[in-house]
């Protein structure tokens, strides 16, 4: 089993800024493949960005490529999700995600654990 806990969320101005945290803990942190993923009111969960297992290697949803920024602190057990520049369809539920391969795909249901969500709203 894996926890995840999200923190981090929280109601920004159009082109401000936010750090997003999660933090895991269970099995071995350095196994899994780590994803960030949002859901907006009405709408399918989406994939944000990934980050492989080594940290070596990244992907961006393109809505957020240039923006947004995924990294992972191994002695930490935490994957960051830097999102500057942010616009109000940014606004969701944003979730953290751990999958037991190399690099994590973007569908949901390829990752095996989910964290609670935490709020992100940006207002105009």
């Known amino acids: 089993q894996v926890q995840l806990v999200e923190s981090g969320g929280g109601l920004v101005q159009a082109g401000g800024s936010l750090r997003l945290s999660c933090a895991a803990s269970?099995?071995?942190?350095?196994?899994?493949?780590m994803g960030w993923f949002r859901q907006a009111p009405g709408k399918e969960r989406e994939f944000v960005a990934g980050?492989?297992?080594?940290?070596?290697?990244?992907v961006y949803a393109d809505s957020v490529k240039g923006r947004f920024a995924i990294s992972r602190d191994g002695a930490k057990n935490t994957v960051y999700l830097q999102m500057n520049s942010l616009k109000p369809e940014d606004t969701a539920v944003y979730f953290c995600?751990?999958?037991?391969?190399?690099?994590?795909?973007?569908?949901?249901?390829?990752?095996?654990?989910w964290g609670q969500g935490t709020q992100v709203t940006v207002s105009s």
């Open positions: 980050i492989s297992w080594s940290g070596g290697a990244t």
């Open positions: 269970g099995r071995t942190f350095s196994a899994y493949a």
């Open positions: 995600a751990a999958a037991p391969v190399a690099l994590g795909t973007v569908v949901p249901a390829s990752y095996n654990y």
